[in-house]
């Protein structure tokens, strides 16, 4: 953003600064903050983009001193989604000239986070609640920019400061110019550097989901601007479907309709649980809602019912089909429990027990049933042909909050999230847990033609 409108602002600035009121120029407009409300402590800002993505923080001079423009270093900037630092109020959502489409959230003890230049009208809106993490929008170059970046702010009490990231200084303070304000920082410019985010942890707000292929090298894609908080996919012929929850209702996209993301009608759910089969040609869906698991079947109008399955935890779910009895897998109390549908769903503690309430995964490997589990970070995995003794895959360090697994080929392929990087370990190369490059706090997986598909948020 350029330092025009400082300028041109700059008396009116001053005029004000000497009544004790702090004047913000945001886009082509002078916003004038209340005064100083003593503000709280310093809220633990994360970085406004997904875990593990590391990005160039830099400014110019006539920026203003601790304004941030934010470019990705791995690659294209534009449409990359922006994510909320910190918990907060959304106060603005909008346009205006300089700043093109973007937001304000009040993080409240005086403490405010500016997102500029999006590339289209933000998907939050004024007066709602956002969690860390949830996507306010996506990278653009809207309004005065000259090229695709978030122009990043933190304010205190009305007045610009330091951007603090996971608690560590931004190093962006002076534009080195004594014109911009409201405040003037001496010195030169502060030299850019690179800052990797540390906004991580449970998907509990939505977020732009990705796909990546193991044909091209993982390399990940926006699938078109759908966003969710739990993904869940599969594949019906030559189609791939995906299935994403965003707060609270369940909707559907297929490869063979160009993406378009209808809703199933299903609503009220849990953000993190989902499971998806497809049993004889019919799409079943299964969610969460108040500890109970629904479930919902295409050839039904995506009715959702109750299965009658009680105590569950809204954070994991898995679903499988076996000889046409659809079988479906909850944590509760930490023990991993099964249910069949040719048993009136009643559901039996499998004896798995210490899991994360967070991660489980499972498939149906030639009439062998398998469940994944995590167990303070590392992957455990019980077959019902071993009596579902609970055996230590080797694999550790990974998130407690993410799992998937699919069977190809007649291999064992688990996905995990370390790092804010989803790891693949195979079970025909010792569970060897390999980076795969693809960012993500959240991962659903399924295969077609040979190609191993990836789903992250």
């Known amino acids: 953003m350029t330092g025009l409108l400082a300028r041109v602002l700059a008396p009116a600035r001053r005029a004000l600064a000497g009544a004790g009121v702090a004047l913000l120029a945001v886009g082509a407009i002078a916003v004038v903050a209340a005064p100083a409300e003593a503000a709280g402590p310093r809220p633990n800002f994360q970085m406004p983009f997904p875990c593990g993505e590391t990005w160039r923080l830099a400014t110019y001079y006539g920026h203003d001193d601790y304004d941030i423009d934010m470019t990705y270093t791995g690659g294209a900037s534009s449409g990359r989604p922006i994510l909320a630092s910190y918990a907060g109020t959304v106060t603005f959502a909008g346009w205006t000239t300089g700043g093109g489409w973007y937001v304000v959230v009040d993080h409240g003890g005086g403490w405010r986070t500016s997102y500029a230049h999006m590339i289209e009208s933000p998907p939050v809106r004024v007066g709602q609640w956002v969690s860390t993490g949830q996507q306010l929008g996506r990278v653009g170059s809207t309004g005065n920019s000259t090229g695709p970046h978030l ?63 193991s044909h091209s090298g993982w390399q990940m894609l926006p699938v078109n601007s759908i966003t969710g908080s739990a993904t869940a996919s599969m594949v019906m012929g030559t189609n791939k479907l995906l299935y994403t929850v965003n707060d609270g209702r369940v909707y559907e996209a297929s490869s063979d309709t160009g993406w378009r993301n209808l809703w199933t009608g299903i609503s009220g759910v849990s953000n993190n649980a989902l499971a998806v089969i497809n049993v004889d040609g019919v799409k079943y869906i299964y ?11 295409s050839n039904n109008g995506w009715r959702n019912l109750n299965t009658g399955i009680s105590g569950a935890s809204p954070n994991a779910l898995a679903a ?14 930490g023990s991993v429990h099964e249910a069949a549908s040719n048993n009136g769903w009643r559901n039996l503690n499998s004896g798995i027990s210490g899991v994360s309430a967070n991660a489980l995964a499972a498939i149906n490997l030639n009439g062998v049933k398998i469940v994944y589990t995590v167990a303070g970070g590392s992957v455990h995995e019980a077959a019902s042909n071993a009596g579902w003794r609970n055996l230590w895959t080797g694999i550790s360090g990974v998130s407690n909050d993410a799992l998937a697994v699919i069977d190809f080929n007649g291999v064992k392929h688990i996905y995990t999230v370390a790092g804010g990087m989803v790891h693949e370990a195979a079970s025909n190369n010792g569970w060897r847990n390999l980076n795969s490059g693809v960012r993500g706090a959240g991962v659903s997986a399924t295969s077609l033609n040979g190609v191993k598909i990836l789903y992250t948020i």
């Open 151 to 213: 122009h990043y702010e933190q304010t205190r009490d009305g007045v610009k400061t330091e951007a603090y990231f996971n608690g560590v200084p931004s190093g962006i303070t002076s534009d080195g110019s004594s014109n911009t304000g409201p405040l003037y920082v001496s010195g030169p410019v502060s030299p850019a550097r690179n800052m990797t985010s540390q906004n991580c942890g449970q998907v509990s707000s939505n977020r732009q989901v990705y796909e990546s292929g």
């Open 287 to 297: 969610t969460v809602i108040g500890g109970m698991v629904h479930e919902a079947a």
């Open 320 to 333: 499988i089909s076996l000889n046409g009895v659809k079988i479906i897998y909850t944590v509760v109390g």
